[in-house]
Each structure stands twice: as structure tokens, then as C-alpha cells.
Nanobody, 122 residues
Framework: QVQLVESGGGLVQAGGSLRLSCVVS??????MGWFRQAPGKEREFVAA????????YYANSVKARFTISRDNAKNTVYLQMNSLKPEDTAVYYC?????????????????WGQGTQVTVSS
């Protein structure tokens, strides 16, 4: 079993930055992803990385603004979010996948964190 704990969310003004962290309970070589869910909307893919950070994937809505990275020595995955917009407001979830296929699909992830709230004011 793997536990994921997110942190780093908060309230920020539009144009600002936040860095989310996701600590994994044990060393793994799983692919990792970030998803988000805004009020009244379905959860959506944000970004993902393969087991060593060599390949990264982004939703079009965050490309060039967000960066996913990982430090396997610290069992931690990060999501650096720049140029934040009010439409980025959501609960952000970290997830782990045993496979590196179809990482934009929620169904490929076996383990999920509890989420961290990000609120961007206009």
C-alpha cells in the first residue's frame, strides 16, 4: 500500500505562484500525476511524469505555466504553478500509477492523496 500526502495549497492572487508537494509513503518507481477538481466539475488531468522524470505530460490549459518534477531520493513529487488564473481554483490531487501508459486517464492510477485546496483570487 502507498499513501500520498499533498501540501502547499492556499490562497493566491491571479498572476501569482504556488508549489504543491506530494510525499509518497515509501520509495517507488511509479509514474505520478496531478489532477484537479473545481466545484461542480469533474476531476481533470493536470500533469504527469514517468518514474524518473524523464517524460512529462501536461493538459493544454496549464502547459507553459505549470511544471511537474520529482525527487525520488525524497519520495516527493512537485507541481510548480506560475501565472495562476482564477480558473485554476480547485482541489488538487496527487496520484500514483504502476504503469506509464495513458497517464492522463484517472483509471490508470491506483493510489490517491486526499487533496489540497488552491484558490486563485481575481
Amino acid at each position: 500500500q502507498v499513501q500520498l500526502v499533498e501540501s502547499g495549497g492556499g490562497l493566491v492572487q491571479a498572476g501569482g505562484s504556488l508549489r504543491l508537494s506530494c510525499v509518497v509513503s515509501r520509495r517507488t518507481l511509479y509514474a505520478m500525476g496531478w489532477f484537479r477538481q473545481a466545484p461542480g466539475k469533474e476531476r481533470e488531468f493536470v500533469a504527469a511524469t514517468d518514474w524518473n522524470g524523464g517524460s512529462t505530460y501536461y493538459a493544454n490549459s496549464v502547459k507553459a505555466r505549470f511544471t511537474i518534477s520529482r525527487d525520488n531520493a525524497k519520495n516527493t513529487v512537485y507541481l510548480q504553478m506560475n501565472s495562476l488564473k482564477p480558473e485554476d481554483t480547485a482541489v488538487y490531487y496527487c496520484a500514483a500509477s504502476r504503469t506509464s501508459d495513458r497517464l492522463a486517464a484517472e483509471s490508470m492510477y491506483e493510489f490517491w492523496g486526499q487533496g489540497t485546496q488552491v484558490t486563485v483570487s481575481s
